[in-house]
């Protein structure tokens, strides 16, 4: 009996876990067959020491696909000092600390994981907009200063079947002015 109590939140939470889990071996098993190797590792970005003992875990990096984010959004009036940094921090300060454990020089691919509120703002999103207008930047510099194939890769609102998603209502009422769709 140690567990938590169950209830409908903890439940969806350990199916999207769950659910995450299978989609990432799937993923590492098509870039198998597919003649290339993978690896996929959960840390905290912002902790230097372990970013640096997953890298010389790994050894030499050719790739990178730098996908994290975390979402506070709210009001910048609203806005704390630690969910600005929790946000940016994240995106901008964990790719850095990634690229400072890399052989910059070695890699031959970064892809990022960026968003439009880069270009276009989101309502309540500002460092989430500042993180992905900086993320894009950086990918043109590491094509010039380490001639590095690099793409910050933008998505727009989305959200799936069963109606999950980033997509807020302020968001949706928002998306017909940019000439999106979901």
């Known amino acids: 009996n140690g567990g938590p109590k169950p209830t409908p939140s903890l439940h969806r939470s350990t199916v999207r876990s769950v659910r995450a889990a299978r989609e990432i071996e799937v993923s590492l098993a098509k870039?198998?067959?597919?003649?290339?190797?993978?690896?996929y590792h959960v840390c905290d970005l912002n902790d230097e020491?372990?970013?640096?003992?997953?890298?010389?875990g790994i050894g030499r990096v050719d790739a990178l696909v730098h996908a994290s984010?975390?979402?506070?959004?709210?009001l910048i009036e609203n806005q704390k000092e630690d969910d600005f940094h929790a946000v940016y921090g994240t995106k901008v300060?964990?790719?850095?600390?990634?690229?400072?454990?890399?052989?910059?020089?070695?890699?031959?691919?970064?892809?990022?994981?960026?968003s439009l509120a880069g270009t276009y703002g989101n309502i309540s999103q500002s460092p989430y907009a500042a993180a992905n207008a900086v993320l894009?930047?950086?990918?043109?510099w590491l094509s010039f200063a380490h001639d590095v194939r690099s793409n910050a890769m933008?998505?727009?609102?989305?959200?799936?079947?069963?109606?999950?998603?980033m997509v807020t209502p302020?968001?949706?009422?928002?998306?017909?002015?940019l000439s999106l769709s979901l």
Not at 31 to 39: L, Q
Not at 49 to 56: D, E, L, P
Not at 154 to 165: A, E, H, V
């Open 31 to 39: 870039i198998s067959r597919a003649g290339g190797s993978a690896k």
């Open 49 to 56: 020491g372990a970013v640096g003992s997953v890298v010389r």
């Open 69 to 74: 984010g975390v979402l506070r959004d709210k």
């Open 93 to 114: 300060e964990g790719l850095e600390t990634l690229l400072g454990a890399l052989n910059a020089d070695e890699l031959k691919y970064v892809g990022l994981f960026s």
């Open 136 to 140: 894009a930047r950086v990918s043109s």
């Open 154 to 165: 933008c998505f727009g609102p989305w959200w799936d079947s069963s109606g999950k998603g």
């Open 170 to 177: 302020a968001l949706t009422s928002l998306v017909p002015s």
